[in-house]
């Protein structure tokens, strides 16, 4: 299994970035996914996960409305569009994997199997 981030860079506060996650794993479409954050010297916190089939999603307080996460199980794709980007944005940010065949969405650090090495997002003000 390998999960590999990309889509990271430095950008000013009132930007947009997507990041993407490929995913080596197979089927893809039996797997929910995730996005997690880690701020320097704090813990790594959730962000937003998706069900294998697309249809539910949730996201943590601090992104919703700002961020939107999706998938493409054609692509073995999940991606993260984030818009209106603050510096408390500033974080690697993580794509996780578990096998989760019902539509049930996970959104718990523990809950998650397959980790990526993550990717910097840094947002300027």
Not at 33 to 42: D, L, N, S, V
Not at 96 to 103: H, R, Y
Not at 106 to 112: K, L
């Amino acid at each position: 299994v390998q999960l590999v981030e990309s889509g990271g860079g430095l950008v000013q506060a009132g930007d947009s970035l997507r990041l993407s996650c490929a995913a080596s794993i197979h089927p893809f479409s039996s797997f929910a996914m995730g996005w997690f954050r880690q701020a320097p010297g704090k813990g790594r916190d959730f962000v937003a996960s998706i069900s294998w089939s697309g249809d539910n999603t949730y996201y943590s307080d601090s992104v919703k409305g700002r961020f939107t996460i999706s998938r493409d199980n054609a692509k073995d794709t999940v991606y993260l569009q984030m818009n209106s980007l603050k510096s408390d944005d500033t974080a690697v940010y993580y794509c996780a994997a578990v096998a989760q065949p019902t539509n049930w969405v996970p959104t718990t650090r523990d809950e998650y199997d397959h980790w990526g090495q993550g990717t910097q997002v840094t947002v300027s003000s």
